[in-house]
T-cell receptor, first 110, second 115 residues
Framework: GEDVEQSLFLSVREGDSSVINCTYT??????LYWYKQEPGAGLQLLTY?????DMKQDQRLTVLLNKKDKHLSLRIADTQTGDSAIYFC??????????FGTGTRLTIIP | DTGVSQNPRHKITKRGQNVTFRCDPI?????LYWYRQTLGQGPEFLTY????????KSRLLSDRFSAERPKGSFSTLEIQRTEQGDSAMYLC?????????????FGSGTRLTVV
């Protein structure tokens, strides 16, 4: 079945890089997404990677995909206080719905 | 277009009452999704529509839940005889049929508290 896992918490000093990890079980996904959720808000799409890519860079964000290990990561360079949020990875298995991970709460230490 | 709009933002209801939530998707999007998010969890799929047709329902959607999208535009999600376990954030999202790089666009959600 489809299962997407993330570590629950990550604390990073302001200005350092944050790396949020995600593992999944089903390798038939077409797109993989990263969403950001701030308190009391809906989910905001940050970036995506197509399943035949290994890396995608978008300003401060870098997505790495290791298909062999079924591992996805999001790196945020120069982490700022405004990056504090919960980050979700999500997989599109082509079966009409997205499957979300449990979310990683990123806390920025001043 | 102001994005995906959900109303109300918050709803407190007594156990056993019925509640209805509304979602207005992005007008060009013909797919509309409902998800439920409980504290500390990621969103869980409930159901989705392609235009006015409801194409898939999760096993999470008991017979107390019903969703409609009568004219392929806005959608409503009704919960009958609410239970405390229904307390959650209910998220609506929309997308084009060929979602591709756009993923979903989410609304801000309706937070339901059943007391």
């Amino acid at each position: 079945g489809e299962d997407v896992e993330q570590s629950l918490f990550l604390s990073v000093r302001e200005g350092d890089s944050s790396v949020i990890n995600c593992t999944y079980t089903d390798s038939s996904s077409t797109y993989l997404y990263w969403y950001k959720q701030e308190p009391g808000a809906g989910l905001q799409l940050l970036t995506y990677i197509f399943s035949n890519m290994d890396m995608k860079q978008d300003q401060r964000l870098t997505v790495l995909l290791n298909k062999k290990d079924k591992h996805l990561s999001l790196r945020i360079a120069d982490t700022q206080t405004g990056d504090s949020a919960i980050y979700f990875c999500a997989e599109d298995f082509g079966n009409e719905k997205l499957t979300f991970g449990t979310g990683t709460r990123l806390t920025i230490i001043p | 277009d102001t994005g995906v709009s959900q109303n109300p933002r918050h709803k407190i209801t007594k156990r056993g009452q019925n509640v209805t939530f509304r979602c207005d998707p992005i007008s060009e999007h013909n797919r509309l999704y409902w998800y439920r998010q409980t504290l500390g969890q990621g969103p869980e799929f409930l159901t989705y529509f392609q235009n006015e047709a409801q194409l898939e329902k999760s096993r999470l959607l008991s017979d107390r839940f019903s969703a409609e999208r009568p004219k392929g535009s806005f959608s409503t999600l009704e919960i009958q005889r609410t239970e405390q376990g229904d307390s959650a954030m209910y998220l609506c999202a929309s997308s084009p049929t060929d979602r591709g790089v756009y993923g979903y666009t989410f609304g801000s959600g309706t937070r339901l508290t059943v007391v």
